[in-house]
């Protein structure tokens, strides 16, 4: 025991000399590393089963806007709206959540890449109201099945 506590001890010491400032040096508070906020948002869509033009897969960029998506600069903005009212565009639908049982179509999407810093692996479907809800909501990163 009188061991554990002298390394501890030891360890302690030598944290605190390293975190201690040289004699006269002005310290100011470190800020967080965030590196991934600056980081541009970059998602491949890749689009299935629409009955339109829309199926295919897409690299989408933003700021600036570009890539392959065919709505680059309203995907972009879309998503930088969704930001502004702190909206999770990605997010499934809420276990438990009601929703209205008709079917919009066999379209599925997957939305995969980084935005607004963090990770992002979605899926989308039309299989009922929540779930076509969602994928309008999205819309124009989403493409409109809507004829």
């Not at 590196?35 to 689009?47: N, Q, S, T």
């Not at 600036?64 to 969704?82: F, I, Q, V, Y």
């Not at 079917?103 to 039309?126: E, L, M, S």
């Not at 309008?136 to 409109?144: C, K, R, T």
Request: positive net charge; hydrophobic residues 35%; glycine residues 8%.
């Amino acid at each position: 025991m009188l061991r554990r506590l002298v390394v501890t001890a030891t360890v302690s010491a030598a944290a605190l000399a390293c975190a201690m400032p040289a004699a006269g040096a002005v310290t100011s508070p470190l800020p967080l590393p965030v590196p991934l906020l600056d980081a541009p948002d970059r998602l491949m869509v890749v689009v299935s089963e629409t009955g339109t033009r829309t199926d295919g897969r897409y690299r989408l960029k933003c700021a600036p806007a570009g890539g392959t998506h065919p709505s680059a600069k309203s995907a972009c903005e879309r998503l930088d709206e969704l930001a502004r009212r702190n909206h999770d565009p990605f997010a499934p639908v809420p276990e438990g959540q009601m929703c209205t049982q008709q079917f919009g179509g066999p379209a599925t999407a997957r939305i995969t890449g980084t935005w607004q810093g963090r990770r992002v692996d979605a899926t989308f479907n039309r299989s009922d109201g929540c779930e076509i809800s969602r994928w309008q909501m999205l819309e124009p990163v989403l493409p409109n099945t809507r004829s």
